[in-house]
Nanobody
Framework: QEQLVESGGGLVQAGDSLRLSCAAS????????MGWLRQAPGKEREFVAS????????YYADSVKGRFTISRDNAKNTVYLQMNNLKPEDTGVYYC???????????????????WGQGTQVTVSS
């Protein structure tokens, strides 16, 4: 069972930046497709960004394109989410997720992922 631990959340003002990190405990991190998803109060969990095993394939939700950057360091078993120009609508709990299966998938869907972190709160004030 893989364990994912997020960090880096906090309370910031609109226009500020944050970098989230997600550390994996297992030895097979490089074989996972990794994703970040978020959930605002009263809303469903939504896709933010994903990165494939080689980091050559990056995919973003339209709402964060040009502001957020996902990256990974397989040597450190860590995936990152750099968030710039944050907006109040970015507020929510951010979850790191790992896909351990091969084959195509709709990475926007929560069902694409096999392991989840506990989440880290990001609050953006106006």
């Amino acid at each position: 069972q893989e364990q994912l631990v997020e960090s880096g959340g906090g309370l910031v003002q609109a226009g500020d930046s944050l970098r989230l990190s997600c550390a994996a405990s297992g030895r097979t991190f490089s074989s996972y497709v990794m994703g970040w998803l978020r959930q605002a109060p009263g809303k469903e969990r939504e896709f933010v960004a994903s990165i494939n095993r080689s980091a050559a394939g990056l995919y973003y939700a339209d709402s964060v394109k040009g502001r957020f950057t996902i990256s990974r360091d397989n040597a450190k078993n860590t995936v990152y989410l750099q968030m710039n120009n944050l907006k109040p609508e970015d507020t929510g709990v951010y979850y790191c997720a790992a896909r351990d299966r091969f084959g195509s998938a709709w990475l926007e869907k929560t069902t694409a992922y096999d392991y989840w972190g506990q989440g880290t709160q990001v609050t953006v004030s106006s």
